[in-house]
């Protein structure tokens, strides 16, 4: 009679489980190749204090350039900010990391009887890498992005779901590589 009992328990408290998880991290990867010499694009890009190849930044601030550690304080167009700290930054292989630490509120809403403040990225826990690597005469730039959906608990609005999140790094990254792209060709 126990087992009878204690099977319909465990199968309750799995389905229970499965269906109460919370946010799945994500990940993101876009590559371009371009038509222009490793150095040249990484001249471009390889200062973590300037991100004027990015469309959607107006300024950028760096307290230590590239040095591990330094904070930059991204200014978007639409005046939100993104704080992000630089993890690691190699020039010979080309290629840094950092993870945003901060970010600014773009709007407030109501969701399940709270207000819920909804980031200008509606990402949580934001780590990516950028890398350039020569082909001859050509580049392949490769920018990858790890994050967590903005609203960390379960039932988001639509607003910091992973959909969001998804769409809204695929975005930055295909612009910005895009940009890149074209700045480098030139």
């Known amino acids: 009679m126990k087992k009878i009992i204690l099977f ?4 309750f408290f799995f389905t229970s489980a499965v269906n109460a998880h919370g946010p799945v991290r ?3 990867e876009e590559e371009i190749t371009i038509n222009a010499p490793a150095e040249k694009v990484w001249g471009i890009i390889k200062d973590f204090g300037d991100m004027s190849w990015l469309p959607a930044i107006k300024d950028t601030k760096a307290d230590k350039g590239n040095e591990k550690g330094s904070v930059r304080v991204l ?3 639409d ?3 993104i704080t992000e700290e630089l993890k690691k930054h190699d020039d010979k292989k080309m290629t840094y990391a950092y993870k945003i630490t901060d970010m600014s509120t773009a709007k407030t809403i109501n969701h399940a009887g709270a207000e819920e403040k ?5 990402v949580d826990n934001y780590a990516a890498s950028i890398d350039v690597e020569g082909k001859g005469n050509t580049s392949v730039v490769s920018w990858k992005a790890a994050y967590y959906r903005a609203y960390m608990n379960n039932n988001p609005p ?3 779901n992973e959909e969001a999140a998804n769409t809204a790094v695929t975005a ?3 612009s910005g590589l895009e940009n890149l792209k074209t700045l480098a060709e030139k």
């Open 79 to 81: 005046g939100g900010t």
């Open 118 to 122: 909804v980031p200008v990225l509606p």
């Open 26 to 28: 994500q990940k993101a």
């Open 172 to 174: 930055i990254l295909k």
């Open 158 to 160: 639509a607003e910091m």
């Open 75 to 77: 200014t978007l167009k």
């Open 8 to 11: 319909p328990a465990l199968l």
